[in-house]
């Protein structure tokens, strides 16, 4: 008797809460349970859209629709798709059997796709497109269930503001934007931010280097 009034209590507690146990070490399952949730949880607003940082990641920046966020060593880099979403543009995507993992996604009524691609450095590249929001990640193999999941929340929770959206294309302020998010669509041998990233970070410490040098020059001949 004690056992159920436990129990009772337990489920008065977390009444108002949809507690979902799935299982995490099947790609397929976390994206399809997550995704069909009708989850209105969100403690993030950007321009025009809002979203939830599950517990376990960070957010750290913004850079004008571009979010960057950290978990457990890793950044994951989230692009908001605010022109498609504002002329509700299909997402085209054809499912590969190359690479590690790929899936075209139709969840009630959203579609987008989630493809996994092992890198040269044995670290996996996942490009999760959905909602009309996108987040990319390069983890090691056994963080990919756990990145699988986070990114599954953040996306499945992404919700925009029409009239706010609407109206900075009205000022014409999304129109240099269009060439930029047209990278939504899954093409090869395309950069990505993180390549992006990683090139900037070379570039940077060859000029570094190149000023050790001249300072050490200047050293000598003074």
């Known amino acids: 008797m004690k056992r159920i009034i436990m129990l009772i209590c337990l489920l008065t507690l977390v009444s108002g809460c949809t507690v979902v146990r799935i299982d995490t070490t099947d790609i397929d399952n976390t994206i399809s349970i997550i995704l069909s949730k009708e989850n209105k949880l969100y403690n993030h607003v950007g321009k025009g859209y809002k979203y ?59 579609n987008g796709y989630v493809e996994i691609t092992k890198q040269k450095n044995n670290k996996y590249l996942i490009n999760f497109v959905y909602n009309y929001a996108r987040i990319e990640t390069v983890v090691d193999k056994d963080k990919i269930n756990t990145a699988i999941l986070n990114c599954s929340y953040i996306l499945s929770t992404i ?44 570039e940077q410490d060859e000029e570094e280097t190149e000023e050790e040098i001249n300072d050490n020059e200047s050293i000598e001949v003074e």
């Not at 517990?55 to 950044?75: A, H, M, P």
């Not at 504002?86 to 969840?107: A, C, F, G």
């Not at 000022?171 to 090869?188: G, I, N, Q, S, V």
């Open 52 to 110: 939830y940082v599950p517990r376990g990641v960070t957010y750290i920046d913004t850079d004008e629709y571009n979010d960057k966020l950290y978990s457990d060593g890793d950044y994951y880099y989230l692009y908001i798709d605010a022109v498609s979403y504002y002329y509700q543009v299909p997402m085209v995507y054809d499912e590969n059997k190359d690479v590690y993992y790929s899936k075209k996604l139709n969840i009630d009524g959203k």
């Open 159 to 202: 919700k925009f503001n029409y009239n706010v959206v609407k109206l900075m294309l009205d000022e014409d302020y999304l129109t240099k934007m269009e060439e930029k998010y047209d990278k939504f669509e899954p093409r090869k041998n395309v950069s990505t931010h993180i390549d992006f990233v990683d090139e900037n970070k070379e």
